[in-house]
Structure formats: structure tokens, C-alpha cells
T-cell receptor
Framework: GAGVSQSPSNKVTEKGKDVELRCDPI?????LYWYRQSLGQGLEFLIY????????KSGLPSDRFSAERTGGSVSTLTIQRTQQEDSAVYLC???????????FGPGTRLTVL | GIQVEQSPPDLILQEGANSTLRCNFS?????LQWFHQNPWGQLINLFY?????KQNGRLSATTVATERYSLLYISSSQTTDSGVYFC????????????WGAGTKLIIKP
């Protein structure tokens, strides 16, 4: 596609439920990043995928968070047993190569009640 | 780890004014990027500028890597320039992660 897309744009869930957030990177981009942004704050790195290499998971805040990238393209971020502190905007970015210029999707706003 | 500091934290200007936003970083970097987050939350990559000067319309950026700072210039501000401007750097020893500054919140008044 022309840009990075994310779905859903908004997600409201109850505490304890699992959620899945999806990211479609720009076609041909080999690197994909997930970030979290709490209200009025900067970006917090979560996880990074580069081609077929093992992902860099060093930013995941707990083992309730996981992500996968299928076929080197679409990525899914899963949050299990959601907590209220998980409420934030989850942003995805892709780059044509590792360390390149990052292009962001519109984000998914997650609200945990 | 590397520290990234942006200044000023907040800036309010009248339409038509010029502004300079600063990003200081505490160690050597592979690259530096400037982003604009509009009031609706969309992040736009403005510049990929590990060193030197680049210009794009009314915006320009200069990175002096040896002195560990970068400047973003906005000339003839428009209300659509409002939002938060982030600087992000990739440290030399990183695994392609970006370290983000806290941002400068810019409000342009008509």
C-alpha cells in the first residue's frame, strides 16, 4: 500500500481480555517497529523485526505482550490479560532497511476499562 | 544509555513567525530523525539527517554530529505547523533502535 496501515483505529476492551493489534507495513519495507505512546508522552519502543532475523523484544514491558510478523510483512501485537495501564496509542513504523527512515501508521488507540 | 534532550518543551508563536527547535544528544549516533506529530496523532517523518543541512520547503534541519546537536528551523509558521516535534537518534551501539526525545509542543496562533 501507499503507507503504513493499522487496525483497528480504536479498541475498547475490559480488563483481563486479550487484544490483537495489526500493522501492515509499506510494501517492500524489511524492518518493522512497534511503539507505545501514553497520553502526552514520548514514544516507548516495544519490539523490532528485521527480515528473517530474530526480533528484538527488549522493549516489551511484560510477558503479557507478544508480537509476530508473518511472511516478512503483516505484524500482529498481542496483549494478553489487559490491564488499565496498557491503555495507550500503539504505533507501528516500517523502514526500507535496518536503521532507515521510519514511516508511521496512524496508530491504534487502546482503552482498557 | 544515550540521553536526548529537546528544547524548548513548549513554544507558542503567532502565525508568520520563525522558530528554532533544538535537540541535544549525549553520545555518538548513526542517524538522527525529526518527526512532526499533528494534533490528530499522526507522526510524519520530516528529516533523516545524521549530519549536515537539509531543506524541505519552509522547514530545514542542521545536525552537527561532532557537537552532538541538531536544529530544526521553521520559517513563516502556519497554524498547520502546530503539534509536537520529536527528535530521535540511533546510538552507535544500538540494534537499529531509536531513542526519542520528549518533544517540543508548538502552538501557532492565527
Amino acid at each position: 500500500g501507499a503507507g503504513v496501515s493499522q487496525s483497528p483505529s480504536n479498541k475498547v476492551t475490559e480488563k483481563g481480555k486479550d487484544v490483537e493489534l495489526r500493522c501492515d507495513p509499506i510494501s517492500g519495507h524489511t524492518a518493522l517497529y512497534w511503539y507505545r505512546q501514553s497520553l502526552g508522552q514520548g514514544l516507548e519502543f516495544l519490539i523490532y523485526f528485521q527480515g528473517n532475523s530474530a526480533p528484538d523484544k527488549s522493549g516489551l514491558p511484560s510477558d503479557r505482550f507478544s508480537a509476530e510478523r508473518t511472511g516478512g510483512s503483516v505484524s500482529t501485537l498481542t496483549i494478553q490479560r489487559t490491564q488499565q495501564e496498557d491503555s495507550a496509542v500503539y504505533l507501528c513504523a516500517s523502514t526500507p532497511l535496518a536503521g532507515g527512515r521510519q514511516f508511521f501508521g496512524p496508530g491504534t488507540r487502546l482503552t482498557v476499562l | 544509555g544515550i540521553q536526548v534532550e529537546q528544547s524548548p518543551p513548549d513554544l507558542i508563536l503567532q502565525e508568520g513567525a520563525n522558530s528554532t527547535l533544538r535537540c541535544n544528544f549525549s553520545d555518538s549516533v548513526n542517524n538522527l530523525q525529526w518527526f512532526h506529530q499533528n494534533p490528530w496523532g499522526q507522526l510524519i517523518n520530516l528529516f533523516y539527517i545524521p549530519s549536515g543541512t537539509k531543506q524541505n520547503g519552509r522547514l530545514s534541519a542542521t545536525t552537527v554530529a561532532t557537537e552532538r546537536y541538531s536544529l530544526l528551523y521553521i520559517s513563516s509558521s502556519q497554524t498547520t505547523d502546530s503539534g509536537v516535534y520529536f527528535c530521535a537518534v540511533e546510538p552507535r551501539d544500538s540494534n537499529y533502535q531509536l531513542i526519542w526525545g520528549a518533544g517540543t509542543k508548538l502552538i501557532i496562533k492565527p
